[in-house]
């Protein structure tokens, strides 16, 4: 079955940089688009950044101009490049296909304080 696992998150400060990572092992991220999503507690989870087959990518408006979603497909990554982070980024922070057609990894943590 395929394995998503998500690294990268952490503690930082307002105003401070992340990088995530997403690896997928027994599978491939060759043919699917790719998201980051993200959970605030108390809230549902929403998707924020997209890259598609052909890299094209897409952003929620909240996180527009400061994340930056790639991949590299020959290590099976997908990459969230978080600048100037805010406390209301603060969530778990999730990859999986667009098609949602993975089971779930356990995230990543983010935690921005203010």
């Known amino acids: 079955q395929v394995q998503v696992v998500e690294s990268g998150g952490g503690l930082v400060q307002s105003g401070g940089s992340l990088r995530l990572s997403c690896t997928v092992s027994?599978?491939?991220?060759?043919?699917?688009?790719m998201g980051w999503y993200r959970q605030a507690p108390g809230k549902q989870r929403e998707l924020v950044a997209r890259?598609?087959?052909?890299?094209?990518?897409n952003y929620a408006d909240s996180v527009k101009g400061r994340f930056a979603i790639s991949r590299v497909n020959a290590k099976n990554t997908v990459y969230l490049q978080m600048n100037s982070l805010k406390p209301e980024d603060t969530a778990v922070y999730y990859c999986?296909?667009?098609?949602?057609?993975?089971?779930w990894g356990k995230g990543t943590l983010v935690t921005v304080s203010s």
């Open positions: 999986n296909a667009l098609t949602l057609s993975w089971p």
């Open positions: 027994r599978g491939t991220i060759v043919f699917e688009g």
């Open positions: 890259i598609s087959v052909g890299d094209i990518t």
